[in-house]
């Protein structure tokens, strides 16, 4: 069975930093462009990192450029989200998705977590 599930939200103060795990069971991430999206209430879900399967190319929306790194740990198939420098506006569920190649369309991805809850507040 092909499932993906996140991991690393919680509650952090402006300026704080968390790491997010993305984690597969079922398939190899290693060949699937990874993407981290999140969603805010009342807010489209929107894209905010991706690595690609093939030369591991990274992408970033520009509100997160500088401040949050994508990584993979193929020995553990799993894909990390660090971010730092955190913002109120961060906050948001995250969600990591699979796909063939790295797209900011959520619609574009074929597995999905189940979200992971980040709240940046004083």
């Known amino acids: 069975q092909v499932q993906v599930v996140e991991s690393g939200g919680g509650l952090v103060q402006p300026g704080g930093s968390l790491r997010l795990s993305c984690a597969a069971s079922g398939f190899t991430l290693d060949y699937y462009a990874i993407g981290w999206f999140r969603q805010a209430p009342g807010k489209e879900r929107e894209g905010v990192s991706c690595i690609s399967s093939m030369d591991g190319s990274t992408y970033y929306a520009d509100s997160v450029k500088g401040r949050f790194t994508i990584s993979r740990d193929n020995a553990k198939n799993a894909v990390y989200l660090q971010m730092n420098s955190l913002k109120p506006e961060d906050t948001a569920v995250y969600y990591c998705?699979?796909?063939?190649?790295?797209?900011?369309?959520?619609?574009?991805?074929?597995?999905w977590g189940q979200g992971t809850q980040v709240t940046v507040s004083s």
């Open positions: 998705a699979a796909d063939e190649y790295c797209s900011g369309y959520p619609d574009e991805y074929d597995y």
